[in-house]
């Protein structure tokens, strides 16, 4: 039987929502130390104190595509281009085989734009979580530092636990990695390394 002493770990809403209301990210712009912050139902801001990137809700690109006949031969002319971060009117473009200069006006298909973080990203930009580090096979990891926290609670507590108090737990929802008993020590060294990080 999993029972608990000393912390009081209240319910899974809290383990899933209640900690993203400020994540911790790397910057996608210098690699530091940024803030993804909104409440869960809110667009979602991430703001860079180091270098001052701001981006206020996902942004989109645009892929043109060029799809026509070339007016003075009937040569036809189809083009994908790299995303863009704005559409345009037209462009100009030469036929492949008359080589008439010719005006082009795309098409666009529209993304909503989410960066390529390594790891354990933010569920909302995709940005790299700031707080994280392997744990053998695993990656240990927190939106922020109240999360962290709330961790080596857990942990703490199952070191000091005693027979007989049995709470309700967060313990489903935790990864087994950080569950296991085994683990305790490890999981709290993880921790200590992750607090020194700024
Ligand atoms: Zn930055
Ligand atoms: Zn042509």
Redesign the pocket.
Known sequence: MDVESGHRFTNGAVWKYHFRDSILVHCPKCNKQATVKGKISDEKEIECKNCYFKQVGRISLFKPIIDFY??????K?YQELAYIKSKFEALKIN??????E?IAKPKFIEVEFIYKGTEIVDPYFGCSLWLQTKFKNDVLWAFNHEHLNYIKNYVTAKLRERQGNGYQTLAEVLPQFIKSSKNRIGILKAIEKLNTID
């Not at 070339?70 to 040569?75: D, L, T």
């Not at 036929?95 to 008439?100: A, F, Q, V």
């Open positions: 070339c007016y003075e031969c009937g040569n002319i036929c492949s085989k008359c080589k008439n010719l």
